[in-house]
């Protein structure tokens, strides 16, 4: 009898892309089933302070509060390269105006909401579900919003403002790529079992950039209102050779991340981030 894995993460085009191979059994998984479990990434953050799944997606910043349950995975990154969440506004807005505005952002664990208290931290976001932050900000119920996801793609189409691309900044504050997601494994199955499911879903990610149309057929599934261009284009920002290894200045960048959280005040206790 196989041997099941529940691996939670967000209905997105990038994570769909990204365990398309294991989704669709197309590599040998061994001993192992996996079985999706699909979750808003704020929902994720927080079930796995309870240890709910064997793998999960988590924000960066949500790894901070689990990290004695769950390690890191080395494979599965998503960063931004230069690029990154958005603040957007309908009226156009300076960053220093921020601190004085009502600014839409998505969970308080997510990458995005720390990224924007490093940015500032008298910032006081008040805080919605991702696919609500654009309504927003369009019907004026907010000064501004900060948007992950495809959103990122098309809030011009809608007429609205960039205040600031917050990979943008990191990039040029630090030289770094600023850390969004990751994916983790629970630390109680085991340094062999971890290895090996480390490795699937390294070959997982492999699978879908070498059948890069098929793994992308899959994932426009999930782009909510993505065209094809489209979701080659955000699958591309966040699903990369990266996404195989974080590399030194990855890893490099998630402590650093983590720690400018801690010392801005956000969270509330170091980390030290394990790779596996």
């Known amino acids: 009898m196989k041997r099941t894995i529940r691996v939670a993460h967000s209905p997105d085009s990038d994570d769909a892309f990204m365990f398309y191979a294991l989704a669709k059994g197309k590599i040998d998984t061994g001993e192992f089933e996996f079985v999706d479990e699909l979750r808003d990434i704020e929902t994720l953050n ?17 790894y901070a509060y689990v990290a004695d349950r769950y ?21 156009p807005l300076g960053v220093a105006d921020l601190a004085n505005a009502v600014v839409a952002a998505p969970g308080e ?3 995005a909401f720390l990224a924007l208290k490093i940015l500032n931290p008298k910032i006081r ?18 000064d501004a919003g900060l ?16 205040v600031i691309d917050l990979g943008e900044w ?6 770094l790529p600023l850390p969004l997601g990751g994916n983790a494994v629970r630390r109680d199955l085991g340094n062999a079992t971890i290895e090996r499911l480390s490795d699937l879903l390294r070959r997982s990610i492999q699978f879908g950039l070498e059948h890069r149309e098929e793994a992308l057929r ?11 261009d489209e979701a080659d284009r955000f699958v591309g920002m966040y699903v990369n050779a990266r996404t195989l290894d974080y590399g030194e200045d990855g890893r490099r960048a998630v402590q ?21």
């Open 46 to 62: 927080q079930e796995a302070s309870d240890g709910v799944y064997e793998i999960s997606a988590l924000s960066i910043h949500g």
């Open 170 to 175: 990191w990039k040029a504050e630090t030289g």
């Open 218 to 228: 899959y994932a426009l599934d999930f782009g909510r209102g993505l065209d094809w």
């Open 125 to 142: 976001p008040r805080t919605m579900r991702f696919d609500q932050i654009l309504p927003a900000v369009t019907e004026g119920e907010v």
């Open 71 to 91: 390690a890191l995975m080395n494979t599965g990154a998503s960063m931004g390269e230069g690029y990154g969440p958005v603040v957007i506004s309908r009226r």
């Open 109 to 111: 664990r997510t990458s």
């Open 147 to 162: 948007i992950i996801h495809e959103g990122q793609l098309f809030y011009e189409r809608l007429g609205l403002n960039k």
């Open 256 to 276: 650093l991340f983590l720690d400018r959280g801690y010392e801005v005040g956000v969270l509330p206790h170091k980390v030290a981030v394990e790779f596996v």
